[in-house]
């Protein structure tokens, strides 16, 4: 659960204001609600003198282009801020109106909005909703008849592992460009994530599918049984300050508008209880908190525009801003942003980079309670488990960490690394309970090149590099990159630790051009994306090693979709 108590308030608030949150529909077909309106109040976090709560609305009546919803306060409590609803109060009285994105109501539509209050002594629950007027939580004696009791339990109790017991949500519009490929079809039927990274991919971009869109078309999918539904949140101002390619729309200081038009309305539509039986995951902003350890101040890695995110401090704000309102939908799942571990598998990376996150996840009102796990090597090629050799080996006099390719690294593979730092993570503050998810969209590394057994002993670099499976040029690379292959298939609960494997970046979307490209999308053109780059600090001056004739990123590149195909392991069939 995001918060204590919820359940139980959520049932106390009920039982304070009336019969239940459930409502009958004429059996004559006249199709008149016998409970008008209905209204969940949780309180969600309570402190001494002060606390946060969540509200939905429910409506039952005629659908409505614009609401209003009123209560008093028995006790001394004061809202002193509110997101999602223009929120006043006069002495004991408060009014919750619409915003001007969530004043559709529709008949049996709900929308739901939050606010931060104080209190002195009882912090009671109200007993009174109206909507419009009309008083909510009750029978108005309509045709439906008595309802039935609210069910404390229910989506508010979050599972330990979405994944496991459910189907995950394939993209029909991924779906259909995989299949349209020579042997697609193999993997067609593939679980992957949807991005929404910019504020108008929130409604569909040229007529593609929107938030809304894929959550029904989820709840298609989903039938009678559990199903996961994935989404990458990605659109910090000043997004990706370390590349270039994958630049979003917001401009370093537009914190706000990151908060009221991109957050706010992804959670307004996510709390639509229409959506409550579906296990919601968030990935939550990528490629941001990393740079704020690796890429500023002094290091040779350091990048001008990654401190001017860590001075204004709207990374650490936006993801804990995007923790905070997503976390109190109690069916949303956040799993933030970790890296890879050869981003931030060495000794002075790894605890400083926890120790952000920590930060980041008690900003802006969240809490470690609002994060469900951590989610490692998103749209990377970081292998999965490098077999031929082990962090411990010895060979001819030294280290494998003194190898060229793990250049002092701790860590050899995704899975080793995602599983120690979610013990740094739980040592560092956050739940014990927490589970990683790795993605192995694009790191299976098979074909002809995939080594079968350790490389020769003449020195450390030629047994490294002779059987590592990754064959990359150094570990920094990460645009479009040659002789890649698709990883494990997405599955739950595979290793100790682990959630899940997923493919949250959608094989075949492109990492970024591999030339400029003019365009609309904030997108800009990044060396790294240029097979014929030699390179800089953060990948120790090596070529790109990255494919030529690459779109923009997240478009489709058809070359990249076949020699993931081509270069799978396991072997696709």
């Not at 409970?35 to 402190?47: A, G, H, L, S």
């Not at 539509?109 to 606010?115: E, N, P, Q």
Request: overall charge negative; glycine content about 12%.
């Amino acid at each position: 659960m995001s918060r204590t108590r919820t359940a139980l308030l959520a049932a106390m608030a009920l039982v304070a204001g009336a019969t239940g949150t459930a409502f009958a529909v004429d059996p004559g077909g006249a199709g008149i609600a016998a409970v008008p309106c209905t209204v969940d109040y949780k309180i969600q976090n309570e402190w001494s003198t002060g606390f946060t709560a969540a509200v939905t609305v429910t409506n039952n009546s005629a659908a409505k282009s614009s609401w209003s919803l009123k209560w008093s306060y028995a006790g001394n409590q004061k809202v002193t801020s509110g997101w999602n609803a223009k929120i006043s109060q006069s002495g004991a009285a408060v009014t919750a109106a619409n915003e001007s994105y969530n004043a559709q109501l529709a008949t049996g539509g709900s929308v739901s909005f939050g606010f931060q209050g104080s209190y002195s002594g009882s912090n009671a629950i109200p007993a009174t909703f109206t909507l419009d007027g009309v008083t909510c939580n009750v029978d108005d004696g309509g045709p439906g008849g008595p309802t039935d009791p609210p069910d404390p339990g229910g989506p508010s109790n979050r599972v330990n592992n979405p994944y496991e017991g459910a189907k995950v949500y394939v993209n029909p519009e991924w779906s259909a460009k995989a299949a349209a490929e020579p042997g697609g079809s193999r993997v067609a039927n593939q679980p992957t994530g949807v991005w929404l990274d910019r504020t108008a991919a929130i409604n569909g971009v040229n007529g593609g599918m929107g938030l809304r869109a894929h959550l029904d078309e989820a709840l298609r999918q989903k039938g009678s049984g559990e199903l996961v539904v994935q989404f990458v949140i990605y659109n910090l101002p000043g997004r990706d300050c370390a590349a270039l390619a994958s630049n979003g729309e917001l401009k370093p200081d537009e914190i706000d508008k990151y908060k009221t038009q991109y957050i706010d309305p992804i959670k307004a539509i996510l709390a639509d209880s229409k959506y409550s039986s579906l296990r919601i995951v968030t990935t939550v902003e990528i490629d941001s908190l990393p740079n704020l350890v690796t890429n500023t101040g002094s290091r040779p890695t350091a990048v001008p525009q990654c401190d001017v995110m860590k001075a204004n401090g709207n990374y650490v704000k936006g993801v804990g801003y995007a923790l905070n309102k997503l976390g109190d939908v109690p069916n949303v799942y956040n799993y933030v942003d970790a890296g890879h571990h050869g981003w931030i598998g060495w000794d002075d990376n790894f605890g400083a980079s926890a120790t952000l996150f920590k930060e980041a996840a008690s900003a802006e009102g969240a809490t470690v309670n609002d994060v469900h796990g951590f989610i490692t090597n998103t749209a990377n090629y970081s292998a999965l488990k490098e077999n031929n050799f082990t962090i411990n080996d010895t060979v001819a006099g030294k280290s494998v960490r003194e190898s060229k390719w793990l250049d002092w690294n701790r860590y050899t593979d995704e899975l080793s690394f995602a599983q120690a730092f979610r013990n740094q993570l739980v040592s560092t503050g956050f739940n014990s309970s927490i589970g990683m998810l790795i993605d192995t969209s694009r790191n299976g590394w098979g074909g002809t090149a995939r080594p079968t057994g350790p490389g020769a002993t003449t020195s450390v670099d030629t047994y490294v590099d002779g059987g590592r499976y990754d064959r990359r040029f150094n570990t920094g690379n990460w645009c479009n990159q040659s002789g890649a292959g698709l990883g494990e298939r997405p599955q739950a609960a595979p290793a100790a630790g682990i959630d899940a494997y997923v493919w949250m970046k959608p094989p075949g979307e492109s990492d970024g051009a591999s030339k400029a490209i003019p365009n609309d999308e904030g997108k800009g053109f990044d060396r790294m994306c240029d097979p014929t780059y030699t390179g800089n600090p953060r990948n120790n001056n090596n070529m790109s090693g990255a494919l030529p004739d690459a779109p923009l990123s997240g478009h489709w590149f058809s070359a990249q979709f076949r020699q993931l195909m081509q270069n799978a392991y396991p072997p696709l069939s």
